[in-house]
């Protein structure tokens, strides 16, 4: 038998970035969770193509072709009930993945429910879509401020390291603006999912 209480959805789609969806669905593996990959359009088996986004001291991110990754869960039966929390992972995806209706559906059922939202770098642009960041405290990449303030947030980090996390404790929303928060902004997801992170 399937232990839902263990279960968590990812949402991927072509060009996320490669460790913002490689990290955090190995992490959470290791911990026991069973994260479903799910990208609209592909089925089980299928992968998606990643990119990678490195801060190599130009005035915005350089790209490179990333690893495909495995979609392991199909889209089409998502059901918010058999999740414990939600991951949007950012990249390139988010812009175009915003436009399909369910995507935007399923993360507004996450927030309905007060199922804790994991999201990192570009992912706050299918937030701002899904219409559920009003008076949410949140931050993101620094090229989606104006999104994310224009989406009603109150935008966390004008000084961002690019590590840093900010945690929306009433809404169950984390953030990260980018791969180098993974520490943070994982411990702080798993806190809010109800489990331990001490060894």
Known sequence: MVDKSKQLLMIVGDFSEDYEVMVPYQALTMLGYSVHNVCP???????IATSIHDF????????????N???????????????LGLIVPGGRAPEYLRMNEKVLTI?????????????????????????????????AY?????????AGS?????????????VDETHKIVSTPA?????????KFIEMLGASWKI
């Open 179 to 187: 791969w180098p928060g993974h520490p943070a902004v994982l411990r």
């Open 69 to 83: 990754f495995g979609i392991n869960c199909d889209f089409e039966t998502v059901d918010v009930k058999n999740y």
């Open 41 to 47: 359009g592909k089925k089980i088996g299928d992968t």
């Open 154 to 166: 109150k935008f966390v980090g004008d000084n961002q390291t690019f590590d840093n996390v900010v």
């Open 107 to 139: 993360v507004q059922e996450f927030f309905k429910q007060k199922k804790p939202i994991c999201t990192i770098c570009h992912g706050p642009q299918i937030l701002c879509s899904a219409g559920i960041l009003k008076d949410v405290q949140s931050t």
């Open 142 to 150: 620094p090229a989606c401020k104006s999104e994310v303030v224009a």
């Open 56 to 67: 190599e001291g130009f005035q915005t991110y350089t790209e490179k072709r990333g690893h």
